[in-house]
């Protein structure tokens, strides 16, 4: 009973919290506005919502649960937030007091049906990490499962008890929020609120089930086997549930602890183009990455000499969060791209509406603008004139269109998220490393194979289409005959819809012929706008969106 009593109140606590501000919303957006004082709104829309994101931080960090991962999963959300609340959510951390080890230790031997010192010869009471959904301990196998394993030292992840109640009750709240802000026309404009809280339900089901993350694990181990630049921890399956995750202990130097990697013979400039290499493989060659390479989930592993020195590999951990991006929405991305190769800004926004990057009913024109313009300053221009451009230029792009970028309804598939999330840590980390690191230099070898790739894939489909196109017209004279013989005998029944379909395959065919190669132009003002200015926020993304679109159409081969 009393954990209901405690469940309950935490559900009317977090609904309370919502209550208010969304008075706050009505009164200030719709209310006012609407009694000739817009104004008001708008001089204080600002204050409001740093207001807002400080006392959303605060009954996270008092909650915990998934409180504190809906702010970092917002804190994300460039797209749908405003930069006053994700700059205040961004730095949250997932940090809270560990639970006792007494509670985590029956936890575990209830989930493992066997009592701990059975299968563990040494287990540290202290974690070496507390969250908010479990806590990890330093461990010990025991020697008949040392044996079978091949090594002895482990860390075991575990649940914090009651974890799943809070869970269930986090989600009911957020999924009552949610339907309010549907009814809210200042919001369901922009934001699909339901389909962003499952999509947030997902992640967050996937993320308390450790047997997920240990499938991740050895996926991801699969795909770099063999490759000696790569560690990653075996999983105990033996002694892994879905609150009790055991993993091979592969701690080694903090990736970001350039004086201890210095002192083990390793040039910090070598780490950095290493893991560049490493993550670009991982989402233009797999299509499978790790989708939050922060500096506690890398390690640097000192080997043996070599010839050329000291070697090392690189050491990932914790699989929770991976990236995937499926077919229905590559296909997507492939009309995303034949529209900017082409520099087509309608058809641009068609395929972004495809992507469901886009809400349905979305008043389009002045993106469409937008783009045109876009394609029609840095469009035609190569790597080296891009390089040269002033960012002031770039800035003032932004500027010009802040207006449109922020009021249009966009709303990016979970896949692209995880992947601008994974390419800007691994762009932060790089410059870490090496403050000279350019992202271009690690992209250019994809990009050059995805121009050499889509060029062929595009040369063969308009191939195709040309010989059924020359297969229609060799049969036309001979079809023409035919349909006069037909109306002078006074049997008219014509129909044209093949023809049609011919004439109009043969104009996409034409429109299709466009170099490939422009596609260089978007992805480096892409870059180098986050480069110069992390702060352009929303229009950064759009126009990252062409070289995040190549990443998975590379997958793709030529038919």
């Not at 313009?373 to 221009?381: E, L, N, Q």
């Not at 196109?469 to 349909?483: C, F, H, I, K």
Request: hydrophobic letters at 45%; aromatic letters at 8%; proline letters at 6%.
């Amino acid at each position: 009973m009393p954990d209901a009593l405690h469940d309950r109140a935490r559900y009317r606590r977090i609904l309370r919290f919502a209550a208010r501000h969304l008075l706050v919303i009505w009164w200030y957006e719709l209310f006012l506005p609407r009694f000739g004082m817009r104004g008001i709104a708008e001089r204080t829309r600002e204050a409001r919502m740093q207001a807002f994101a400080r006392r959303f931080r605060s009954l996270a960090v008092e909650l915990g649960g998934l409180m504190i991962k809906l702010g970092q999963f917002l804190s994300t959300r460039l797209d749908v937030l405003p930069p006053e609340i994700t700059r205040e959510l961004e730095d949250l951390q997932d940090e809270v007091p560990p639970a006792p080890f007494d509670a985590i230790h029956a936890l575990a031997e209830e989930d493992l049906g066997v009592p701990l010192d059975q299968v563990f010869a040494r287990i540290d009471r202290e974690p070496i990490a507390s969250a908010s959904l479990g806590q990890v301990y330093r461990a010990t196998l025991a020697p008949q499962d040392d044996a079978l394993a091949g090594f002895a030292d482990v860390v075991i992840k575990v649940q914090r008890p009651g974890i799943a109640s809070i869970v269930a009750v986090d989600l009911a709240a957020l999924r009552r929020v949610a339907f309010w802000l549907s009814r809210m026309r200042v919001v369901s404009h922009r934001v699909d609120m339901p389909a962003l809280v499952e999509e947030f339900a997902r992640a967050s089901l996937e993320e308390v089930d450790y047997l997920h993350e240990a499938q991740n694990a050895e996926r991801f181990a699969g795909l770099f086997a063999g490759d000696d630049r790569v560690r990653v921890p075996q999983v105990v399956w033996e002694r892994t549930t879905r609150r009790v995750l055991t993993l091979e202990d592969v701690t080694a130097i903090k990736i970001t602890d350039l004086d201890s990697v210095r002192e083990a013979g390793i040039d910090p400039r070598n780490v950095a183009k290493v893991f560049a290499a490493v993550m670009f493989d991982q989402v233009f060659e797999h299509g499978f990455f790790h989708a939050d390479p922060h500096p506690g989930n890398l390690f640097v592993t000192p080997g043996p000499e070599g010839p050329e020195g000291r070697t090392w590999r690189l050491t990932f951990v914790d699989f929770g969060m991976m990236g995937e991006v499926p077919d229905s929405l590559r296909d997507a991305l492939r009309a995303l791209f034949l529209a900017s190769a082409s520099r087509n800004g309608r058809g641009m926004v068609e395929a972004m509406h495809q992507a469901g990057v886009l809400l349905p009913g979305a008043d389009t024109r002045e993106l469409e603008r937008a783009l045109t313009a876009v394609f029609a300053r840095f469009g035609g221009m190569g790597v080296a004139e891009l390089r040269s451009i002033d960012p002031r230029e770039f800035r003032r792009f932004a500027v010009e269109f802040s207006d449109v970028m922020l009021t249009m309804p966009f709303q990016m598939p979970e896949s692209l998220l995880l992947l601008i999330r994974a390419v800007s840590l691994t762009s932060g980390m790089c410059s870490s490393l090496d403050p000279q690191y350019n992202v271009w230099d690690s992209v250019e070898p994809y990009a050059n194979k995805l121009v050499r790739e889509t060029a062929t894939n595009v040369v063969g489909d308009v191939a195709r289409q040309a010989v059924d196109a020359a297969g229609v017209l060799w049969r036309m004279p001979q079809r023409l005959d035919s349909v006069l013989a037909t109306v002078e005998s006074g049997r008219v029944a014509v129909t044209v819809p093949h023809m049609e379909d011919a004439i109009a395959r043969a104009e996409r065919s034409v429109r299709r012929l466009i170099s490939a190669l422009i596609f260089c132009a978007l992805l480096v003002s892409g870059a180098r706008m986050r480069a110069d200015d992390p702060g352009l926020g929303t229009f950064l993304m759009l126009v990252s969106l062409v070289p995040l679109l190549h990443v998975v159409f590379g997958r793709r081969r030529p038919r």
